[in-house]
């Protein structure tokens, strides 16, 4: 059995509080939540549960070429489909690791001239921030660890574990 980080009672614990801080930040205004395929679709389930607010769905797709630490690239393979134009938009990510991701679809989407664009992550692995980009709601600092489950995969594989575990076998990127 893999080592639990995170587990699934403590997922949910969080992912209520963040659901009724974005309650609370949005009140009386609807949101959208845009999702980062794949590894984001447990935490836009679960958080968009516990948002007691107007809201619509939409998924956006990445995929990241070379070395992350540095020349690490993003490319779009799924873009929206719903208007962003004077939404309340609410960018929905798995974790939070260079950066590179998340400063890249913050571009993307702010292009689209939302009224406000807030972003949120499950996890955040500050330590290994490349680019000065911090998300506004935040699940779990965690260290270094190479992680899967609720979503979070290795090779596609673990994304349906209800915990969020850390791979024994950490890959390097
Ligand atoms: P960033 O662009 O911030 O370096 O990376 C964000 C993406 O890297 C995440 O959406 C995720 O796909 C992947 N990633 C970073 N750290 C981990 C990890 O510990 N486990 C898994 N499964 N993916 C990770």
Do not use: W
Not at 19 to 46: E, H, N, P, R
Not at 109 to 119: E, F, G, N, Y
């Amino acid at each position: 059995m893999p080592e639990i980080l995170l587990s699934r009672d403590q997922i949910a614990v969080r992912v209520a509080e963040i659901g009724q801080q974005i309650t609370t930040d949005f009140a009386g205004q609807s949101v959208l939540l845009i999702g980062v395929l794949k590894g984001a679709c447990m935490f836009l389930g679960d958080l968009a549960r516990q948002i007691q607010l107007d809201a619509t769905f939409d998924f956006i797709a990445v995929r990241s070429y070379g070395d992350r630490h540095s020349t690490g690239e993003v490319q779009l393979i799924k873009d929206v489909t719903m208007p962003l134009r004077n939404q309340n938009v609410v960018l929905v990510e798995d974790i939070l690791d260079t950066g590179l991701t998340m400063t890249f679809l913050k571009k993307m989407l702010m292009a689209h001239q939302p009224r406000v664009l807030k972003t949120a992550t499950l996890l955040d692995k500050p330590s290994r921030r490349v680019l000065p980009i911090e998300a506004d709601y935040v699940g779990f600092l965690i260290p270094d660890r190479f992680v899967i489950g609720y979503g979070l995969d290795y090779v596609e594989r673990y994304r349906n574990l209800p915990d969020i575990c850390v791979l024994a076998e950490a890959p390097r990127k």
